[in-house]
């Protein structure tokens, strides 16, 4: 009985593995060029045979090709490709039509382009009665209220009634300027319009600012600014005191220098480079400090007057002559009234 491990080896496997020879028969293989033969062989066992690899490469399935439009490329997983927009974003921009001006207002820059051309002015008091009356065929009354409302509401409008530019008449000549009111409501209006498009923005400081400025350039006392324009919105108002509380503070400081310039006995020049000024600076202030003060002696030569002038509580009646009686009867009674 032989052993499995022993017998034959087994024929049909193509790949079956050779003995190793031992190194005397390596030697005498290699002298008789056996070697290389064997070697040969053994590549070409090992490796299978062209027609073999193309009937496994027949038997593979192929792999599917997705096709895709020219030029896109496969987008991957988990992300959007770029350049491509939400489909959500993209519709409002697709259906946000041109704004549409209106006939009347396009008429009105044919008509009056320094008025209501690329630049706008203020317009006079009354303007729409005497375009009605200048242009009767040209315009209705309805159409040309709405389009006048339109220009007056619009930001370019506002703008130039905030800036106190003189009002202007049809044929483009400067009138008074626009009233303090007239321009502290238009800075309020460009205000709400800025925070509403700017909503993370804090534009408050511009806009106390922007009142302070409208209170100098009104000539008006600043009392009297804060009773002109006080309403019952009591953030404006606010407002309004924290631009009054910034100017008395400027004001403050103007002072202190003129007091300090007073103390030095200095020219001009040698107190701006003592304190490390520009000298025109120094002049600006100083002749401003003069000018206000010289204004509120004014003011308060005017109110001392005013007050001198008035008229005083009227006299008591004097007594009547004995000849000059009166037509009714004097009577110590008194005087009947009706129920």
Known sequence: MTDASTAAPNTNSRNARRQRPDMAEQLQQLKSGAGSTDAGADASAAQPTAPAQQQQQQQRPPRAKQQRPHGQQQPQQGRKPRGQQPQQQQQPEAQRAPRKVN????????????????????????????????????????????????????????????????????????????????????????????????????????????????????????????????????NNNAVVDEALAELAQQAAKREALLRAFEASGRSEQEFADMYGMKPGDVTRTLQRVRDDKKRAEAAAEAAAAAAAAAPEAAPEAAPQPADSAPDTPASDEPAATGN
């Open 103 to 234: 006939p009347v207002l396009e008429r009105l820059f044919a008509l009056y382009p320094q008025l209501f051309g690329a630049r706008f002015v203020p317009l006079k008091l009354g303007v729409y009665e005497e375009l009605i009356a200048r242009h009767p065929e040209d315009f209705k009354a309805e159409d040309l209220k709405i389009a006048m409302g339109q220009h007056a509401r619009s930001t370019r409008y506002l703008e130039s009634v905030a800036a106190g530019h003189a009002r202007h008449d049809l044929d483009g000549n400067a009138l008074d300027p626009v009233a303090p009111e007239h321009v502290h409501h238009a800075i309020l209006e460009l205000h709400r319009r800025r925070s509403h498009r700017n909503p993370g923005e804090d534009l408050r400081p511009q806009l106390v600012t922007r009142i302070a400025k409208a209170i100098e350039a009104s000539g008006l006392d600043h009392e009297a600014y804060a009773v002109l324009v006080r309403s019952r919105d009591a």
